[in-house]
């Protein structure tokens, strides 16, 4: 009974929002760009070090603003090992996750593997850009109307959206009991 009721408050509250939303303070936030690349095949480990592939020894390279350097991090994707899963490769090629700002052409590959035949590349908004001193807006939009994802400026990740879930289903619980009943 509980959840209908909830439901019931959170249709009421979506139907007055749709008549008038002029309350609610706008702001704008522009999305990282960064595309996803995924390559099974072994890393040319001379692109990172001078040590050869077998003395290499990282599962996971970061970079920073490093210009000669054209991708944000590289990391070998690890197996979830079910059941029902095949184990890790023997051969020494590894599914390796790149994210860059741009997409890799061919000659970025080669630069980093020893050989590819096949690349999957994806790009996508990844997270919130961030520039030093921003406003953040306010999290309250409204009477009783909260804007959950706050932090959003300053941490966006999957995370991040499902503790203002979890707190989203705490919030009856910390209402006055007036409200409650209303």
Known sequence: MWVEDVLDKFIRICCYLSHDYAFVE???QYYQHIVTTF???????????SKPTDEFGLT????TDNLDLFINNIG???HVRGKDNPPPSTDGTNVWKIFSQETLTKAHILKLFLSCDYAVKKPW???????????CPSIILHDRLY?????ECAASAMQVSAMAAHNATLLPCLLPLEWAQT
Do not use: C, Q
């Open 26 to 28: 706008e702001f704008h």
């Open 39 to 49: 390559i099974k095949r072994e890393l040319n480990t001379s692109a990172f070090s």
């Open 60 to 63: 996971t390279v970061l970079s």
């Open 76 to 78: 070998i994707v690890d």
């Open 125 to 135: 908004l990844a997270y919130l850009y961030y520039k030093p001193l921003e406003k």
């Open 147 to 151: 804007y959950l994802n706050g932090i």
